[in-house]
Every structure is written in structure tokens, then in C-alpha cells.
């Protein structure tokens, strides 16, 4: 039976595109819905253009309201019936409600080594405090921000004269070799954690 994937997102979707460009074949999942909080979202375009549906839900119409935000967004997420769902630089904070309706099948992508840096501003604070490397996590989403169970790390060295620019860019690509593999291992019911170097 093919696992049927949702994806959130708030802005270009690179991990998104990943995600979609890697459920084919012999992938036992495949895209039902990308979903953003924001109208403007430039993955919902990319989205479309790959064929799978979209809903844009604009947070900023419920006025700080997160319950009624949540209820909108459950209504696309509902009608898409997903088994998983992956937010993927998914910028809001979601309630313990909602996050309890997907327990054990909502993942993320965090850029940074966690437990190391959770929140934001991951790269300027990992060059703040000298580290020698740097990297991503996938995650399952729990009540607590950034803080579920690991299912996958990457690893990058910090260079010489590194910006939190130049970092990010080293590790945006890691993430898009990294969420693909998670995901199609959790999907094949397998969730060892996965080390990527
Ligand atoms: C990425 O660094 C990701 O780790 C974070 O948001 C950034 C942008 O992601 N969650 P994307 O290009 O929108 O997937």
C-alpha cells in the first residue's frame, strides 16, 4: 500500500523539492499535499509545478489565534489522509494538539547537530562558539521544539573564515541527501538513526 506523504512549508522549499523528487519508483511513499502558512510561499509554485497539490493556509489571518490556524490547516491535512507528515523549513510553532494527531509519524529538518543549537540562528551560533563542524538533523516532531527522537544526522566541517552564509550553504545540501534517506527508511519501517558524513 503506498504511504501517502504531506509536507509543510513557509518559504522555497528546497527540502521539500528533495522530498518529492525522491518518492518515485520503488519509493514505498508518495506526495499528496504541500501545505504552506504563507500564500507567497515560492515551494507552492514548485509544488504545483511538480504536480502535486497545494493549500496555503496564511497564519497571519488568525491574528496569533494558533488553535483556529491549526483547524484550517487540519482541513487540507484531513481530506489529504497522509500516513507522514514532513515539515520542512516550516516556520511555525505547532500547538501540542496538533503535534499529538501525527505522534510518531511528524518529522523535521533542523539545521544543526542537535542537541546542539535548538531554535534559531543555528550556523552564527555554532561559528559564536568555535565549533570545528557543523551539519543537520531530521527528527520526529514532539511537544518540545526541536527535541524528538534523532532519526538522522549530516556532518560538515567548519572552514577557515566561514560566514553563517557560507555555512548554510555547505549544509542546505546535506539536508537534501539526508531528509530523502530518512524518510524512505522510516516509511520501510526502519528507524535506526542515520549517520551521513
Ligand atoms: C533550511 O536550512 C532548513 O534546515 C530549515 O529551513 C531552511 C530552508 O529550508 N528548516 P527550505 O529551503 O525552505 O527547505
Not at 506523504?5 to 519508483?25: D, E, F, K, P, Y
Not at 515539515?87 to 503535534?99: D, N, S, Y
Not at 546542539?116 to 531530521?138: F, I, N, Q, S, W
Request: glycine content about 10%.
Amino acid at each position: 500500500m503506498t504511504q501517502r506523504v504531506a509536507i509543510l512549508i513557509s518559504g522555497g522549499g528546497s527540502n521539500m523539492l528533495a522530498l518529492l523528487r525522491s518518492m518515485t519508483g520503488a519509493h514505498p511513499a508518495r506526495p499528496v499535499l504541500v501545505a504552506a502558512n504563507d500564500p507567497a510561499a515560492g515551494g507552492l509554485a514548485r509544488a504545483a509545478q511538480a504536480g502535486v497539490p497545494v493549500a496555503a493556509v496564511d497564519h497571519r489571518t488568525f491574528r496569533g489565534d494558533r488553535a483556529a490556524f491549526e483547524a484550517a490547516l487540519l482541513e487540507h491535512l484531513d481530506a489529504a489522509r497522509p500516513d507522514w507528515l514532513c515539515l520542512a523549513g516550516f516556520m511555525r510553532i505547532l500547538t501540542p494538539g496538533f503535534v499529538a494527531r501525527f505522534a510518531g509519524r511528524m518529522l523535521n529538518i533542523h539545521p544543526s547537530l542537535l542537541p546542539k543549537y535548538p531554535g534559531l540562528h543555528t550556523h552564527a551560533r555554532a561559528l559564536a562558539a568555535g565549533d570545528r563542524e557543523a551539519g543537520c538533523t531530521v527528527h520526529e516532531v514532539t511537544a518540545d521544539l526541536d527535541a524528538g527522537p534523532i532519526l538522522g544526522q549530516a556532518r560538515v566541517p567548519v572552514l577557515p573564515g566561514d560566514t553563517a552564509a557560507t555555512l548554510a550553504a555547505r549544509v542546505l545540501p546535506m539536508e537534501h541527501r539526508l531528509y530523502p534517506a530518512v524518510l524512505r527508511r522510516v516509511c520501510e519501517g526502519n528507524r535506526t538513526p542515520l549517520f551521513l558524513d
